[in-house]
């Protein structure tokens, strides 16, 4: 196998054969990528003038979602020269704020490039060489402001250690001689015979079975890419966090946010991470990294405004239940406050200072006297978090802060 800058023109290459056509990430839109951070503790760079980053764009949808956003620089960078040429006609229209760099991250230099209030290494860092990825990290440090935010997606924990053995076990019974379209006939028919003879119990045999059906119900570009390419490598929260460090990178959580203890080091916090995707089994994980500037305000940012999709329904005891449809999920209000908190979600969008004062507002309604402000305070705070975790509510900022 070939390494370094040629693996990755390789895998460049690969890109311009069956090329990538994913559209962009609601979750990682802008408003929403900055609403996570500052509720996670970052003050956000100020708007409306915000510059992003895309390294590995592809066709730059999730570059072109930013630009809605944001009257700032859109920059993306691709190995592969047929998605840089689509990326470039379809941001034409933004003139010179739009630029495609076809190359890697270790042929463009920082100061090339400038600084960013967001970048961007999504779908990319787990099927790039160790150089490469190593050259991106390094490029995303140097290039990140105060106040900024970076994302990077990876497979973690069991399931990405699954992910890759099977994808190994696929590349070893593949002939890159064949056509894509016959590799990819070849790799689903020894998918489904290494699904027939999954023994019926075992140790691995759940996380085995698992892995098959994620890897059969992939698309042909994702097989192809991941699963046939010459890169596939879970990557871990603290090796991640550790080379982004020394830059004054911080690692701020995952989306939706893991249960990790609150006051913790950037370091100890990756590592926590680490240790629950190695406990829960991990899998496709999104992660936040920071620049941080000015001390943030968290949950309770007056710039951050939280969004449910939560119905309330009444329950058989004449209470009240609260549900997610599209998720298939359910909270009770057993409480009075609770209660209370959960309707002024379900009134609409709002800042912490709306949903508590809304909330407080419902309490004598329901037979309640005005509460303890700290308890209460808490107490939203608490269903803020449990409800995020769960991606039952949602984050936002606004791009003009």
Not at 81 to 100: K, N, T, V, Y
Not at 121 to 137: C, D, N, S
Not at 218 to 236: C, T
Request: charged residues 15%.
């Amino acid at each position: 196998m070939t390494s370094g800058p040629s693996l990755a023109a390789e895998i460049g290459r690969a890109y311009d054969t069956v090329p990538y056509e994913g559209g962009a990430i609601p979750a990682l839109a802008l408003p929403a990528l900055r609403g996570a951070a500052a509720a996670l503790g970052l003050e956000p760079s100020p708007g409306p003038v915000l510059d992003v980053l895309d390294i590995g764009c592809g066709a730059a949808a999730q570059l072109l979602e930013a630009s809605r956003h944001s009257a700032g620089r859109m920059v993306g960078i691709d190995a592969s020269a047929d998605s840089c040429e689509r990326a470039r006609a379809r941001g034409a229209h933004l003139g010179e704020r739009w630029r495609i760099l076809h190359g890697d991250a270790a042929s463009i230099t920082a100061e090339e490039l400038g600084q960013f209030d967001v970048i961007y290494l999504v779908g990319t860092a787990y099927v790039m060489p160790p150089p490469a990825r190593a050259a991106a990290l390094a490029l995303m440090a140097r290039c990140l402001r105060p106040g900024g935010v970076a994302v990077i997606t990876a497979y973690t924990g069991l399931v990405g250690v699954a992910r890759s053995w099977l994808a190994g076990i696929l590349r070893a019974g593949n002939d890159t001689s064949l056509r894509p379209d016959r590799q990819l006939a070849l790799a689903r028919a020894n998918l489904r015979a290494l699904a027939a003879v999954v023994p019926a119990q075992g140790e691995a045999t759940q996380l085995a079975r698992a892995t098959l059906a994620a890897m059969e119900a992939a698309s042909d570009v994702v097989l192809f890419h991941e699963a046939l390419g010459p890169v596939f490598d879970p990557l871990l929260a603290g090796d991640l966090e550790a080379a982004l460090a020394p830059a004054g990178l911080a690692y701020l959580n995952a989306l939706p946010p893991l249960a990790l203890a609150p006051g913790v080091s950037s370091s100890a916090a990756a590592r926590s991470a680490d240790a629950l995707d190695f406990t829960t089994g991990g899998g496709y994980r999104t992660m936040l990294f920071a620049r941080p500037g000015a001390p943030g305000q968290g949950l309770r940012h007056p710039g951050v405004v939280w969004t449910a999709a939560l119905r309330r329904e009444q329950a058989p005891d004449g209470g009240a239940v609260f549900t997610d449809p599209a998720r298939r999920a359910m909270i009770n209000g057993h409480t009075p406050w609770a209660r209370a908190q959960l309707e002024a979600l379900c009134a609409g969008p709002g800042t912490w200072r709306e949903l508590r004062d809304k909330a407080a507002s419902l309490l004598p309604g329901l037979g309640v006297a005005p509460p303890d402000p700290t308890a209460f305070d808490t107490g939203l705070d608490e269903i803020l978090v449990l409800l995020w975790r769960q991606a039952m509510i949602q984050p936002s900022f606004s791009v003009a802060g």
